[in-house]
């Protein structure tokens, strides 16, 4: 697991969400409480990428909107926007001010500033 995931965890959960945090190399996926989320982050390497697209869509398909992130959508971003799983509620982000915009749309009264 990057560094990534850990700072946004630490951040979110900072400004007031309740956030897990799951790798699948060192625990199983909770499937029932990612699909009673608000909002599910993916970030994916290129050698997880398609199982990560197939993920996303598994959320999406449950109604809840989706950010994708990590090295692969940061280096093919276009990828990430076009795979046949992707739809347009999915937000490719390269950056963490993507969180902040997200999760000030989401919830206006929690602050968040990266």
Known sequence: MRLGL???GALMTERGHDVRIYAESLSEVDWERVLSSDLVGISTTTSTA???YRYAQKVRDNGIPVIMGGPHVTFL?????TSAT?????????????WSTTCRARDPSIP???
């Open 77 to 81: 971003d276009n990828e990430a926007r």
């Open 86 to 98: 992707t739809s347009s509620a999915t937000k490719v982000s390269r950056r963490l001010s993507s």
């Open 50 to 52: 398609i199982r990560a």
């Open 6 to 8: 850990p700072l946004l």
């Open 112 to 114: 968040f500033s990266a």
